[in-house]
């Protein structure tokens, strides 16, 4: 199997994998962004973001503990990304990712650099679970990329 083919399914894995975890129930900032369908101010989702990257920011060690050989390391990573799952679902940020509806994306996330923050951490939460899965650096990579990018658009807008 060519190498694209093996990150293609890694990928379609991890997000299966992600898709079948139950998210986490604790209380958050991110709490009933989902029901809001406009104009979610930067005020108000900086808290819900500021959890979403320190979520991630505990994914990231527990998954390059994985890469390098730990694999005990693998039930911190998946809490980790259980509990940013949890959060990119309250926030309706999921929902938002999966849509083709982009006016309706535009309505709910007028500030562009908010979009970007959800992508690059909706990217990140898919391809770590791609890691997860089936352990590999060119996933791992990418992954860190869009944290970082996410971490950048964050920095940009709070």
């Known amino acids: ?33 989902d029901e809001r369908r406009m104009a979610i101010t930067r005020e108000e989702f900086t808290p819900c973001a500021a959890e979403m990257l320190a979520a991630l920011d505990r994914a990231r060690p527990a998954i390059e503990r994985l890469l390098a050989g730990d694999d005990e390391a693998r039930a911190a990573g998946r ?34 650099r908010m979009r970007v923050f959800n992508y690059s ?26 944290q970082n990018d996410a971490a950048e658009s964050f920095r940009t807008f709070r």
């Open 1 to 33: 199997m060519r190498s694209g083919s093996w990150l293609t399914l890694s990928f379609i894995m991890g997000a299966l994998t992600l898709a079948c975890e139950e998210p986490g129930g604790e209380p958050s900032a991110c709490d009933g962004l």
């Open 79 to 112: 809490e980790a990304l259980r509990a940013l799952r949890g959060l990119v679902q309250k926030s309706g940020v999921e929902a938002d990712a999966r849509s083709v509806r982009p006016g309706e994306l535009i309505v709910r996330w007028p500030d562009g």
């Open 121 to 146: 951490v909706y990217q990140a939460l898919v391809l770590y679970g791609a890691v997860l899965q089936y352990p590999n650096n060119d996933n791992f990579r990418d992954a860190v990329e869009a």
